[in-house]
T-cell receptor
């Protein structure tokens, strides 16, 4: 069973905020939400993670609903270089070998 | 700062030939190391991971093997490549205390013909 559900693709205008949703309705209490992205022909890049509180770093913000069944990754000012596949992953904090990179959301930032 | 090196970037090999892909990490000690494979248009599949020298865990049965001869060196090998071994191979590392924050190399695109 897939632990997360993401839209297959999304478009965003350059300079606007990109809001990428993720559903994880079966998340358990000790599981975190991780976001990675993969630019074409490159290795994945870690973006951000959280447990239940909203998180922000230099790359993005992560908003997790109070029931933790869904989350949204926000890129505040998308650029063309943000065009990539974005993966939402649910995993125990220190599992390491249990990161499951599924289909992700293909974000296309357009000028 | 930490860096991860993976080579070669691309490789074309005939069926039945051997394979050796190397990954090295700089700027950290005792990293956790991972080998992933990505088939065209698909997600990543974890192949092997290692928490220390000589310690290898295999996630899927296959035609490949991994070794960790030194603390910051991880090698992916095969004695005889199959067509199905084609794909994008990625090495990654993480700290022991934050295994889910992984840093990936640039990858090797392997074509078996």
């Amino acid at each position: 069973d897939a632990k997360t559900t993401q839209p297959t693709s999304m478009d965003c205008a350059e300079g606007r905020a990109a809001n990428l949703p993720c559903n994880h309705s079966t998340i358990s209490g000790n599981e975190y939400v991780y976001w990675y992205r993969q630019i074409h022909s490159q290795g994945p890049q870690y973006i951000i993670h959280g447990l239940k509180n909203n998180e922000t770093n230099e790359m993005a913000s992560l908003i997790i609903t109070e029931d933790r069944k869904s989350s949204t990754l926000i890129l505040p000012h998308a650029t063309l270089r943000d065009t990539a596949v974005y993966y939402c992953i649910v995993s125990q904090r220190n599992a390491g070998n249990m990161l499951t990179f599924g289909g992700g959301t293909r974000l296309m930032v357009k000028p | 700062s930490q860096t991860i090196h993976q080579w070669p970037a691309t490789l074309v090999q005939p069926v039945g030939s051997p394979l050796s892909l190397e990954c090295t990490v700089e700027g950290t000690s005792n990293p956790n190391l991972y080998w992933y494979r990505q088939a065209a248009g698909r997600g990543l599949q974890l192949l092997f991971y290692s928490v220390g020298i000589g310690q290898i865990s295999s996630e899927v049965p296959q035609n490949l093997s991994a070794s960790r001869p030194q603390d910051r060196q991880f090698i992916l090998s095969s004695k005889k490549l199959l067509l199905s071994d084609s794909g994008f191979y990625l090495c990654a590392w993480s700290r022991g205390s934050f295994k889910n924050i992984q840093y990936f190399g640039a990858g090797t695109r392997l074509s078996v013909l």
